[in-house]
């Protein structure tokens, strides 16, 4: 049975590898849902965020085939519950829509915040799940959206091991501090 897992990554900074590991999925027929990338508290360290929707024995195979590609430090998979997950949606809609129709009240009912104000438009910002996100799409459609887009997963894990630890604990010949 399909559910949804974030699969979190961390690498050292080479070019390239991002491709490496899209292709990974691209070969398995696997469709990726969202893909963050960002460094971590680790100075040369990256992490990817990649959520998919797949069976558990998929996820587990895929996540193994990227631990192996070489510049990858750890590979590993969560379902939503092993995680504290959030994206990040802005809007844009006329300002002249934002005025009319008194958009305070819907950006606090929401906990949206207004992030920009121009002579045209003003843009407004949602952090949450993708449900909370598409649920002020929906409010604010009547508003006419000039445009919108919403970033890919960032979590953190629930687990008590920390990447600075789990590096601490690899032998020395394996992964080289800077």
């Not at 080479?14 to 849902?33: A, D, K, P």
């Not at 990858?72 to 009319?100: H, M, W």
């Not at 409010?139 to 920390?162: A, D, H, M």
């Amino acid at each position: 049975m399909k559910e949804l897992f974030t699969i979190v990554v961390f690498s050292e900074h080479h070019i390239g590898l991002l491709n490496r590991i899209t292709i990974i999925f691209t070969r398995r027929y696997i469709n990726i849902e969202s893909l963050t990338v960002s460094s971590t508290e680790i100075k040369g360290i990256h992490r990817f965020n990649i959520t998919i929707e797949e069976t558990k024995e998929r996820v587990e195979k895929v996540t193994r085939q990227i631990e192996k590609l070489p510049e990858v430090i750890r590979a590993e998979y969560y379902v939503n519950e092993e995680i504290v997950y959030r994206e990040i949606a802005l809007y844009k809609i006329p300002i002249q829509s934002a005025i009319e129709k008194n958009i305070e009240q819907v950006l606090r009912e929401y906990n949206a915040s207004l992030v920009d104000v121009q002579k045209d438009f003003v843009i407004i910002e949602k952090t949450g799940h993708v449900e909370d996100t598409g649920k002020l799409y929906e409010v604010l459609k009547p508003y006419n959206i000039l445009q919108f887009v919403r970033s890919g997963r960032i979590c953190i894990t629930n687990q008590r091991k920390e990447l600075s630890t789990y590096l601490n604990d690899l032998p020395v010949n394996e992964y080289v501090k800077e």
